[in-house]
């Protein structure tokens, strides 16, 4: 990018001396030292001198193939024009008239594949470097301090659109359709903005600042966000449309990980590309202890990929300290990351195994990844995708050491929406559309990796504009009358949101546990028993389940009971009425399953006593016979006696210490309580710590009454996007947040989901120790 000193050395201009067979620039890089152990972006693209000569490589062809190559059609040649001339403020306005995002698509898009690709050029030299100079377009303007050009003015039609999902297809609708005049609201699930953008291509490839800087825009437009809102359980399709949204744009991204189906996947220290790069991007674990969500990356780390994603774990790994080996099924031509980013990867140390595939993982004593058992491939004939494909070789096995493992294989789209509205037509899980984005819902379009699976971001902002051109045309047929007056057709001011998710009401029910009533209407009108959100009582905590436990339409509130153990748990715990919890998403997972079966017994352990009670109430309100059985460590640590009491057929305590009810555990609680009262139960459901769900369903097992465990294991998204909360259910791996959190108890991998659940807790008892400290000096 341009230095200062450039900046203030502007005055003239450069000869206008078209010099085709010059040398391609290459932008400048960090240095190697301080990648390796830096955030900060690697390119740091053109200086003014260098993008002076790269503009005069164009040749200023009458027929710009690259304009017609790109999906957007950025006004490449205008833009390169401007720059030949030394209008760097012109080229700027040039390129926002066809590409509001310069910023990020000088950065991020896949110019070989598009614009570069077919640069006159490229048929016997090296191609002008196109995203670079779009990048140094947008940075200068940036660096210079100039005022963006003037908005022309737009009249307002009076209609609502809303798009789902902040990534880069929403985000190209949304400019479209604002600049005609629309009002638009982008409805996000997770607590930043920007899609994929942010949660999925690092800082050292994309600065979050560019992403802010490119969003605001939108917001100057009058754009509408609001995040913490997962369309389909939050809020229904049927019910934005209700509100008043005259259309819908679905641009839900590609969210659901391919796994890699071998043994040992679910050891500990083994990633989907999703949550390693979630964990890192978007909650900042590359800053623990300052980030309060951790990533486990051991001495040696193995990706499985060769696309972008491989490369952004590879390299992210390199940067927390891992010796890095991306494991590659094909050969290097075969590879489809960019180029530059391959080129970066191996100048920071990343080291290449091609043509060899992973067949199984071996782990420790403890549960920990440790050895990679891989297989030797030979390329056969053309796939579909016109590639090679990877043969075995029979015999060829070998094993290499590995500590954490990144699965980067590819995602498909998050289903979240798709399983919440049936009517809604897909083909293998992807959005069906036609050829202008339009879904076989009226008023409904789509665009990205929802409706293409795993693609590239301007092939996404195509989407994005494609969609807003065909719900404007469509909008105009039905509305006729809000584009025929005169004057302007303001919708009414925006009045200033309330503070979102306040505590109403705080309870203390024993020494460590809390219960908060918080202000969430929409969670409130579509909450069910069994279900949880996923809060984070801070800007910078992790993002932690709690299943709901009650709610009241008259306050528009929800009731969440939190047990102190953690950092975490702790902050929430700690908040008084007034707070607010800084993300409040939900509701997620499925219902519980409640039908008239007869007798059905509860059993819950610990705080699992409050989560219980909602299902346990459902099952009496569906007319069967419920039985509570309860367990806690003492008399003091009894939970909900009364809630439980009033609603249920029987309720039976069990201490740990014997000071109130029976005196033992809650299993062997069960096992008295059956010789005792010896009425045959025709169901049980189980929630509470895993040892304590694990035995009690060996039990029932015993007894053959069908059981159901309500799993809680960690999670980073709780919408089906990272896989972090896999569990293996009758030999199958599913996704806790999405498929349940209710099984079958006797098909659940309890030893599993155990070592699973503590990873991190070694993490955990680090930030909780310098949680405690800090309180206790008084910060």
């Known amino acids: 990018m341009p230095s200062e000193a450039e900046l203030d050395a502007l005055g003239t201009k450069p000869k206008i001396k078209r010099t085709p067979k010059a040398t391609r620039q290459e932008p400048h890089r960090l240095d190697l030292d301080r990648r390796i152990r830096t955030p900060e972006e690697v390119s740091l693209g053109f200086s003014l001198e260098q993008a002076q000569a790269e503009a005069l490589r164009c040749v200023n062809c009458k027929d710009p193939k690259c304009q017609e190559a790109c999906p957007i059609h950025t006004d490449i040649k205008g833009f390169i024009n401007k720059l030949v001339d030394g209008d760097y403020e012109g080229a700027y306005r040039v390129l926002l008239a066809t590409n509001p995002f310069p910023g990020i698509c000088g950065r991020v898009c896949q110019y ?19 995203a670079s100079l779009e990048r140094f377009v947008a940075d200068f303007h940036r660096m210079s301090g100039a005022d963006d050009p003037p908005e022309e003015e737009i009249t307002p039609n009076g209609l609502k659109v809303a798009l789902v999902g902040s990534g880069p297809a929403s985000l190209m609708c949304a400019n479209d359709l604002a600049r005609k005049g629309y009002r638009i609201t982008i ?36 754009v509408e966000f609001q995040t913490d809102v997962l369309v389909g359980k939050t809020v229904t399709l049927d019910e934005l449309f209700e509100q008043g949204y005259a259309a819908v744009f679905l ?12 043994p040992g996947e679910n050891l500990i220290g083994v990633y989907t590309a999703n949550e390693f790069l979630t964990r890192i991007n978007l909650m900042h674990a590359w800053e623990f202890p300052r980030s309060e969500t951790p990533v486990l990356v051991g001495e040696r780390t193995v990706v499985v990929g060769g696309g972008n994603s491989a490369m952004d774990a590879a390299r992210w790994a390199r940067r927390l300290g891992s010796e890095v080996t991306i494991l590659y099924r094909r050969g290097r031509a075969e590879l489809k990351a960019r180029a530059a980013e391959i080129e970066h990867a191996e100048e920071e140390g990343v080291r290449f195994e091609f043509l060899a595939a992973p067949v199984a993982l071996h782990g420790d004593e403890r549960g920990f990844v440790r050895q990679m058992e891989c ?18 070789v029979p015999g060829s096995n070998f094993r290499i050491p590995a500590d954490t493992v990144v699965a980067a294989i590819g995602q498909g789209p998050n289903p979240t929406l798709q399983r919440e509205t049936p009517a809604l037509v897909t083909r293998h899980g992807k959005i069906a559309i036609d050829t202008r984005q339009k879904t076989s819902l009226d008023g409904v379009w789509a665009g990205g990796d929802v409706v293409r699976g795993g693609s590239t971001v301007i092939q996404a902002m195509q989407d994005g504009r494609t969609a807003a051109q065909a719900i404007d045309e469509a909008l105009r047929e ?116 409640i039908a008239r079966v007869g007798t059905v017994m509860c059993v819950g352990g610990g705080v699992g006593v409050a989560e219980l009670l909602p299902v346990a109430r459902a099952f009496r309100q569906a007319g069967n016979y419920v039985i509570a059985l309860c367990g806690a460590r003492s008399k003091e640590h009894i939970i909900l006696d009364e809630e439980l009491r009033s609603a249920l057929d029987q309720v039976h305590w069990s201490t740990d210490d014997g000071s109130l009810g029976f005196h033992g555990n809650v ?48 999670m980073v998204d709780g919408t089906g996007m990272c896989g972090g909360c896999r569990v293996t259910v009758g030999g199958q791996v599913r996704f806790a947040c999405v498929d349940g959190p209710e099984f079958n108890a006797h098909e659940v991998d309890f030893d599993e989901l155990a070592r699973r659940t503590r990873s991190y807790i070694e993490y955990e008892r680090l930030a909780d120790q310098i949680h405690q400290c800090r309180i206790g000096l008084g910060d």
């Not at 996000?188 to 050292?204: D, K, R, S, T």
């Not at 369903?697 to 799993?711: C, D, H, K, N």
Request: glycine residues 8%; positive net charge; proline residues 11%.
């Open 667 to 714: 299993v062997e609680m069960m096992r008295a309580w059956r010789e005792r009262d010896g009425r045959p139960v025709d169901a049980a459901h189980v929630i509470g710590p895993i040892p304590m769900m694990r035995f009690a369903a060996e039990l029932t097992r015993q007894w053959g009454v069908p059981t159901v465990a309500s799993l809680n294991p960690i």
């Open 375 to 392: 297989i030797r491939m030979e390329l056969g004939k053309p796939d579909e995708s016109g590639r090679r494909s990877p043969v075995p």
């Open 112 to 130: 070989e594949l598009f614009c570069e690709k077919e640069c006159v050029l490229a048929r016997k030299l090296e191609a002008v470097a196109i």
């Open 187 to 222: 409805f996000e699930a997770l607590h930043e903005l920007g899609g994929v953008l942010a949660y999925g291509i690092p800082p050292f490839r994309l600065p979050r600042n560019i992403i802010a800087e490119e969003i605001d825009r939108l917001k100057k437009l009058g």
């Open 251 to 262: 641009g839900t991204g590609a969210g659901l990980p391919y796994l890699m189906g071998i």
């Open 478 to 593: 039905r509305f006729p009358q809000a584009f025929r007056a005169a004057d302007p057709l303001p919708l009414p001011a925006r009045q200033p949101a309330p503070p979102r998710f306040r505590i109403l009401a705080r309870r203390e029910l024993s020494p460590d546990i809390v219960l908060l009533e918080v202000h969430a209407p929409q969670i409130e009108a579509h909450w069910k028993p069994g279900q949880f959100v996923i809060l984070r009582p801070t800007p910078t905590s992790e993002r932690i389940p709690l299943t709901l436990v009650d709610s009241s339409r008259e306050r528009s509130s929800i009731t969440l009971i939190v047990q102190a153990i953690g950092k975490t748990t702790r902050q929430t715990a700690a908040l008084e009425v007034g707070d607010a919890l800084a993300d409040l998403l939900g509701p997620l997972g499925k219902p519980a399953h």
